[in-house]
């Protein structure tokens, strides 16, 4: 009975597992023990892949062609559009969408260009606005100048020089002695006999000749009016209607009319009136006696 039941068993359990690869036990021979044996696929089955693994090496490998052409900077389908290939790029001055170094530095060139066009004009402002400020210094400048020189030549024609030269004064004005009638209304400058007598100003000669007490005396006017007396004269060099300047001699010292020795008698009459005191007038006009 036990025989009959293997011998059942034995062609179910080959037809329910029926797997090539799976390990089955031999007969064992009578006598000896079982030998395990592995049955193996034929060889042409097990050196081709299955469809399923074919499609994925294909899609693994045009990734990797995409990854190459990306890396190298080109998009699929992009025409040719550049993108940043990382720190090549950054090396040779392109940016994200391929623009070349060229036009960085054409735009670095023209910024440059553009500043230095300004500082130039700026420059050129302010070197024309320092040409007419000092234009304009100068001109103002001359126009004082020329101001200060008229005032000058103004002050030059009322300065006053003294009547002659080598004298000492002997007399003022308002003083009273015997020798006079009333007070001194001049002013004297003793000098020896035949000094010259200069004129003190410009002026015109309105009046020349003898005078009584003055002896030879010379009127000469000033532009203003004021008339200058020289008296005492030994002798008168000019004529009425002369026109002379300051320093010019118009006559010589001496001792006519009365008087008690050779001197120059000065009396200034402004407007042609009354006598006033000549020193503070040589002193207003630029010259102490």
Same mark, same amino acid.
């Given at each position: 009975?036990?025989?009959?039941? %293997?011998?059942?068993? $034995?062609?179910?359990? =080959?037809?329910? /597992?029926?797997?090539?690869?799976? &390990?089955? @036990?031999? *007969?064992?021979?009578?006598?000896?023990?079982?030998?395990?044996?592995?049955?193996?696929?034929?060889?042409?089955?097990?050196?081709?892949?299955?469809?399923?693994?074919?499609?994925?090496?294909?899609?693994?490998?045009?990734?990797?062609?995409?990854?190459?052409?990306?890396?190298?900077?080109?998009?699929?389908?992009?025409?040719?559009?550049?993108?940043?290939?990382?720190?090549?790029?950054?090396?040779?001055?392109?940016? %994200?969408?391929?623009? $070349?170094?060229?036009? =960085?530095?054409? /735009?670095?060139?023209?910024?440059? &260009?553009? @500043?230095? *066009?300004?500082?130039?004009?700026?420059?050129?402002?302010?070197?024309?606005?320092?040409?007419?400020?000092?234009?304009?210094?100068?001109?103002?400048?001359?126009?004082?100048?020329?101001?200060?020189?008229?005032?000058?030549?103004?002050?030059?024609?009322?300065?006053?020089?003294?009547?002659?030269?080598?004298?000492?004064?002997?007399?003022?004005?308002?003083?009273?002695?015997?020798?006079?009638?009333?007070?001194?209304?001049?002013?004297?400058?003793?000098?020896?006999?035949?000094?010259?007598?200069?004129?003190?100003?410009?002026?015109?000669?309105?009046?020349?000749?003898?005078?009584?007490?003055?002896?030879?005396?010379?009127?000469?006017?000033?532009?203003?009016?004021?008339?200058?007396?020289?008296?005492?004269?030994?002798?008168?060099?000019?004529?009425?209607?002369?026109?002379?300047?300051?320093?010019?001699?118009?006559?010589?010292?001496?001792?006519?009319?009365?008087?008690?020795?050779?001197?120059?008698?000065?009396?200034?009459?402004?407007?042609?009136?009354?006598?006033?005191?000549?020193?503070?007038?040589?002193?207003?006009?630029?010259?102490?006696?």
């Amino acid at each position: 009975m036990g025989n009959h039941r %293997a011998d059942r068993r $034995g062609p179910q359990r =080959a037809a329910v /597992d029926p797997t090539p690869a799976q &390990t089955t @036990r031999a *007969a064992r021979p009578a006598g000896g023990k079982r030998k395990a044996t592995r049955h193996r696929a034929p060889a042409a089955a097990r050196v081709l892949p299955s469809a399923p693994t074919v499609v994925g090496a294909v899609a693994i490998l045009a990734a990797a062609g995409s990854a190459v052409a990306f890396g190298q900077g080109q998009l699929p389908g992009s025409n040719g559009i550049a993108l940043s290939a990382g720190k090549a790029d950054a090396l040779n001055g392109t940016d %994200a969408f391929g623009y $070349g170094a060229s036009e =960085a530095r054409a /735009d670095a060139i023209s910024r440059d &260009t553009d @500043r230095q *066009a300004a500082q130039d004009l700026a420059q050129k402002q302010f070197q024309q606005e320092v040409n007419e400020q000092s234009q304009a210094r100068t001109g103002a400048i001359l126009k004082l100048a020329s101001s200060a020189q008229q005032r000058a030549d103004q002050i030059a024609k009322n300065l006053w020089v003294l009547p002659t030269v080598g004298y000492h004064l002997t007399a003022r004005f308002g003083q009273s002695s015997g020798l006079w009638s009333h007070l001194h209304t001049g002013l004297d400058f003793a000098a020896p006999s035949g000094n010259p007598i200069y004129a003190v100003a410009n002026g015109v000669i309105t009046d020349a000749g003898y005078d009584g007490a003055y002896g030879n005396k010379t009127v000469e006017t000033l532009p203003d009016g004021t008339e200058i007396w020289y008296c005492h004269q030994s002798s008168i060099g000019v004529n009425i209607g002369d026109k002379v300047i300051q320093s010019e001699e118009i006559g010589t010292v001496g001792s006519t009319g009365n008087t008690t020795g050779p001197h120059v008698h000065i009396e200034v009459h402004p407007g042609g009136g009354d006598p006033v005191d000549p020193y503070p007038e040589f002193i207003m006009h630029g010259v102490t006696p």
